[in-house]
């Protein structure tokens, strides 16, 4: 089993149209794997992959990132600063990584933001959630004062209607975008069965 971030792009299907798929899959026109496992970050160019071995030629990608094989080491320092760079270049919030993390801690979390992406995506609408002038860094205020129509205000309201999934509990107005994504991840607590992983 390998676990992977990589890019993703788009590919025809059929009547389905253009769809997204992960960079260097099978359908895509440079591939390097065939069976996987895969949680894409919603509309937002990346997916977290699940492979049954290694993959040299994948792990050799620049614009890829292959997590350790054993999942149970505790990241260190040099992890932590590597690990945040790469999630803050994907759009992905990164504050919450730390020294005190397992390797498998951190491939849940990050696999807890891509189903809550995905979620908010299929609740609201098919569209990147980093809309409106808002980045990680911008306050759950700022997002509810001057991007109303965007799609993160409006899952917040879909999620204040009562879902068995998340809860806006303890989410306040100065806390970032990046901290509230993370913090509603991290209550979907069933098991994430990913390809070749359970994580």
């Known amino acids: 089993m390998s676990l992977f971030i990589v890019p ?9 149209g253009a769809v997204h798929i992960p960079k260097y899959s099978a359908l895509d026109t440079t591939p390097l794997y065939t069976s996987h496992g895969c949680l894409m970050y ?16 994948l792990s050799a990608e620049a614009d890829c990132i292959t997590l350790p094989a054993n999942l149970s080491a505790t990241l260190t320092a040099a ?7 790469y999630l803050a270049t994907v759009n992905m919030p990164s504050a919450w990584v730390t020294t005190s993390l397992t390797w498998q ?41 001057t991007a109303p129509g965007s799609l993160l205000a409006k899952a917040a309201a ?3 209607q009562a879902t068995d999934l998340f809860s806006l ?17 991290v ?12 994580l």
């Open 8 to 16: 993703s792009t788009t590919a025809t299907m059929g009547p389905l």
């Open 42 to 57: 919603g509309l937002e160019n990346y997916a977290l992959i699940s492979l049954p071995s290694a993959n040299a030629a």
């Open 79 to 85: 992890n932590v600063t590597t690990v945040q760079g």
């Open 105 to 145: 801690q951190v491939v849940r979390t990050v696999a807890q933001i891509c189903i809550l992406i995905n979620w908010i995506v299929g609740q609201v609408g098919v569209a990147s959630i980093f809309t409106s002038g808002i980045t990680l860094n911008t306050t759950i205020a700022t997002v509810k004062s």
């Open 158 to 160: 879909r999620v204040a």
């Open 169 to 185: 509990a303890g989410i306040t107005g100065s806390m970032t975008v990046g901290a509230a994504l993370t913090a509603i991840a």
């Open 187 to 198: 209550q979907f607590t069933t098991p994430i069965i990913l390809g070749y992983d359970t």
